[in-house]
């Protein structure tokens, strides 16, 4: 649970055309069949832009949504499929890096094994739960199952501290429920009631495929979904969550165990071989003064069901079918809609990126991502800062004292491009064919935990990368002061080198914007230059802000995005102004390449000015299923796709100008009520 703020990175299509006689390849702005011409840009842009597109790509049974992020996201997956078969035929000495990929991929594509070995590898664990006399005991027991990747009860993590940003320290945060929002435990319309009737199914269908009675599994439902509904209760809101002063309390060790009194806390930390701690962070003081309650008044038989329960959801993925299937059957097709579950295939490379990423990533860049989409990309990152340091200086609403603040952390931005300059070391970890799955999957969680506590008390690592090379995404992180664009994202055809300026600004140079922007949205903003939660506004910039900030939640908050259901205009607030922020940046940006220069010519029939903002359409294409869309509302920080586009454009001065966007328009927002903040 790092404090960083991840967001989607998504580039438009663009694609190549041999076209004059001497077959001398262009490239095009924009791919005509991504089009709806018959749509009416300034009464539903998104449809007008992305209609043809979605024509064309509709949704397979194994996806709750699938637009052109994750078409590319398809593309890597088979590349680092392709990686890993290649090193799978080779000879691989034992403990070279070839071989721990290749045997973890194997262990994880074995269907005859797993179903063959069923619960087996998991009852070991249940055993130990199981065997639990007294609740004293349950302090050692719950740091070793945080050890082995389980987190009952609630999230820790070494990371930064947000007051002094050099510094790693310990925190805790709120969790211990397994669906995925508080409200799906305290909302009482009937479709949420639904859901928790179909969770208690899986929980029975799961604990009985342990080896449970039908008269423990029903004890064992009952004390999982009362403990989870006691934390929800107490959780903090999504809302709440994104205000990083209100998630931050730096207390004592002495203080914790007087709000957590029933877990022996040095024991517990003394177990995870954190040594010396005085001082953490608990970014949620309620629900972990919660725990304790729990911990002094359920029965251990109760507590030991709950523990148990953890253990089992965080197996079943890696145990046989019918555990992953009972797994896809609540939290694909119930939550999202989605029909079928992702061939196995894709599931080991899903694993392989999370147990050996920046090994694959290593040799992921030397065979993908080519030295000149790296230089490309430096530039485009230049230009862009150039541009939102030109639009600071002539913000009318901000003062120069805070100009000059923002100036100043703009001017330190860590810019991280492709793959890190020093990789990981995965010596220490061992993939042993002998061992089940499950086996190896522990013993992987063990090598990160100890990764991870090894940062404890050290400095912050700024180079640190929190994605891999071959991970379709982009962020930015506040503590570090950091925008980082992984190697996947930087290829044909999402960001072509070669193609048109224009559809390169409208979908990279936007990203790239949108990331920067987040150093200055409603969480990144309360940031400086060095990444510590320090206030460096004005009183009165910072009224201003919120005012204009204001107006966003408001529009977002009247969209319905599916029957009577409202989008959340507070909880997508800094998505939506990074959105915002990145489209007038990068526009900027680009007028900035054409001083000087003749107006690039048409292509298609659509000027640079109207191949722009196709692009950064195009990002967004996608088709959704109804449930995804609800499940997204409650949980994502982000708009759905066609809001970033409907919602977004709006917004913007020349969108209009290039579209000839007029009052009778449905989209048409007058020129006062638009939204102005970068």
């Avoid at 590349?79 to 070839?98: H, P, R």
């Avoid at 249940?126 to 349950?138: D, F, G, H, Y």
């Avoid at 107006?551 to 009577?564: G, S």
Wanted: glycine letters at 6%; hydrophobic letters at 35%.
């Amino acid at each position: 649970m790092k404090k960083q703020f991840i967001y989607l990175a998504i580039i438009a299509v663009m694609t190549l055309s041999a076209c004059n006689e001497n077959k001398k390849e262009i490239v095009k702005g924009i791919n005509l069949e991504n089009l709806d011409t018959g749509a009416v840009p300034g009464n539903n842009f998104y449809q007008f832009a992305c209609g043809g597109w979605m024509a064309s790509n509709p949704l397979k049974p194994e996806y709750a949504r699938f637009g052109t992020f994750d078409a590319l996201r398809e593309k890597s997956r088979e590349q680092v499929k392709n990686l890993i078969n290649e090193l799978s035929q080779q000879t691989n000495e034992q403990g070279n890096i070839a071989q721990k990929i290749g045997d973890f991929y194997s262990l994880a594509m074995d269907s005859v094994r797993l179903n063959k070995e069923g619960a087996t590898p998991l009852l070991p664990s249940l055993k130990e739960l199981n065997a639990i006399n007294n609740k004293s005991e349950i302090t050692t027991v719950l740091a070793n199952m945080f050890r082995n990747g389980i987190s009952p009860f609630f999230v820790q993590y070494v990371y930064a501290d947000d007051m002094n940003s050099s510094l790693n320290i310990y925190h805790i945060h709120q969790g211990g429920y397994a669906m995925p929002d508080r409200d799906y435990y305290l909302e009482n319309n009937e479709k949420t009631k639904e859901i928790r009737s179909k969770y208690v199914e899986l929980i029975e269908k799961l604990f009985t495929l342990s080896g449970y009675t039908p008269e423990e599994t029903t004890q064992a439902s009952a004390a999982v979904m009362n403990i989870e509904t006691q934390l929800a209760k107490v959780a903090y809101s999504r809302e709440k969550l994104r205000n990083p002063i209100a998630n931050y309390h730096k207390i004592k060790v002495d203080e914790l165990a007087k709000i957590a009194s029933d877990i022996d806390w040095p024991l517990f930390f003394q177990t995870i071989s954190i040594k010396d701690i005085k001082e953490l962070n608990v970014s949620q003081l309620e629900p972990i003064s919660e725990v304790s309650k729990i911990l002094k008044t359920y029965s251990l038989n109760e507590i030991k069901s709950y523990l148990s329960w953890n253990a089992i959801l965080a197996s079943s993925s890696f145990l046989s079918d019918e555990f992953s299937d009972a797994i896809f059957e609540f939290f694909g097709k119930t939550l999202s809609g989605k029909e079928v579950q992702q061939e196995r295939w894709k599931r080991a490379v899903n694993i392989i990126d999370a147990g050996l990423g920046e090994a694959v990533g290593q040799i992921y860049v030397e065979k993908y991502f080519p030295p000149a989409a790296k230089e490309k990309m430096l530039d485009l990152v230049h230009n862009l800062q150039i541009s939102l340091s030109e639009r600071i200086a002539d913000l009318p609403w901000m003062g120069d004292e805070t100009k000059a603040k923002a100036q100043e952390k703009l001017s330190t931005f860590h810019v991280k491009i492709g793959y890190p300059d020093k990789w990981r070391d995965y010596s220490k970890l061992t993939i042993n064919k002998d061992k089940s799955y499950l086996e190896n999957i522990i013993h992987s969680n063990n090598f990160d935990f100890d990764y991870m506590i090894g940062k404890f008390n050290q400095p912050v690592d700024k180079d640190e990368w929190l994605m891999n090379p071959q991970t379709v995404n982009a962020y930015y992180n506040p503590s570090t002061n950091e925008i980082c664009f992984p190697a996947a994202i930087l290829q044909p055809p999402f960001f072509n080198k070669d193609a048109d300026d224009a559809v390169n600004y409208g979908a990279i140079g936007v990203v790239i914007g949108h990331e920067m922007t987040h150093a200055f949205d409603d969480q990144g903003r309360q940031y400086d230059k060095d990444g510590n939660l320090k206030d460096w506004w004005t009183e009165e910039d910072a009224n201003r802000f919120k005012e204009r900030a204001q107006v966003l939640v408001d529009y977002f908050d009247n969209i319905i995005v599916l029957d009577t259901v409202h989008a959340n205009g507070r909880y997508t607030l800094g998505e939506n102004i990074a959105d915002q922020g990145g489209l007038q940046i990068s526009w900027q940006a680009y007028q900035n390449t054409l001083k000087e220069k003749k107006t690039p010519a048409p292509i298609d029939g659509y000027t640079d000015a109207q191949r722009f903002f196709l692009g950064y359409a195009t990002v967004w294409a996608s088709n959704i299923r109804n449930e995804e869309i609800l499940r997204l509302t409650k949980v994502d920080t982000h708009s759905l796709g066609r809001w970033r586009v409907n919602g977004a454009l709006p917004q913007i001065d020349a969108w209009y100008d290039a579209f000839e966007i007029t009052p009778e328009n449905t989209l048409f927002i007058p020129k006062e009520k638009r939204v102005a903040i970068w």
